[in-house]
């Protein structure tokens, strides 16, 4: 199965500050997704990439995949405590079974 | 407004006993999977069914059991086999329409405790 290593496993920024969290896949990522999640909610979606070199953005939050398809960055500009949470990323392997795997997630602190 | 339910909010059990956690959509989606996530673990899939009457395991499925006889509900059981059921578990749906991935979503999850 697909394994995504999410790094770091915490961050704790001043508010104002610029930010970035990385997830790397083993294998080739078909669809990779970003969600957010405030503790002991559901998850929110961001963004969804698909094609290597894609960039996507979306308020102050921006999202890249590389062109080999392995790894995804997260990137936040000007942080605010609004942006606090844990991120998580997640990929489908494709073919004909979709199902989504998950990193085990960045627990970001933002401090006014 | 379309969306996914999870009920109950908060469940407590006794060890060794069965419990139920419902999950229903309305957003006419094929595909429906049940997660757990515990602190440190990021989300694991326990069970995920992509048409009615058929379902798969997912990477932690023992212990667990699912249904699929709706296509708007996709309900959840927590056996007395499985060894540490407390955890917060969230169901996701998705549309599935000629392997054109789409967005999925989210319920607000059910916290088990067992006691």
């Known amino acids: 199965s697909q394994e995504l290593e999410q790094s770091p496993q915490s961050l704790i920024v001043q508010e104002g500050k610029n930010l970035t969290i990385n997830c790397t896949s083993s294998k080739t990522l078909y669809g990779l997704y970003w969600y957010k999640q405030k503790y002991g909610e559901g998850l929110i979606f961001l963004m969804m990439l698909q094609k290597g070199g894609e960039e996507k953005s979306h308020e102050k939050i921006t999202a890249k995949l590389d062109e080999k398809k392995q790894q995804s960055s997260l990137h936040i500009t000007a942080s605010q405590p609004s942006h606090a949470g844990i991120y998580l990323c997640g990929a489908d392997g494709g073919g004909s079974n979709y199902k989504l795997t998950f990193g085990k997630g960045t627990l970001l602190t933002v401090n006014p | 407004d379309g969306g996914i339910t999870q009920s109950p909010k908060y469940l407590f059990r006794k060890e060794g006993q069965n419990v139920t956690l419902s999950c229903e959509q309305n957003?006419?989606?094929?595909?429906m999977y049940w997660y757990r996530q515990d602190p440190g673990q990021g989300l694991r899939l326990i069970y995920y069914?992509?048409?009615?009457?058929?379902?798969q395991k997912g990477d932690i499925a023992e212990g667990y059991s699912v249904s699929r006889e709706k296509k708007e509900s996709f309900p959840l059981t927590v056996t007395s086999a499985q060894k540490n059921p407390t955890a917060f578990y969230l169901c996701?749906?998705?549309?599935?329409?000629?392997?054109?991935?789409?967005?999925?979503?989210f319920g607000s999850g059910t916290r088990l405790t067992v006691v």
């Open positions: 069914s992509q048409i009615v009457n058929d379902f």
């Open positions: 996701a749906s998705r549309m599935q329409a000629n392997h054109h991935v789409y967005g999925y979503t």
């Open positions: 957003l006419n989606h094929d595909a």
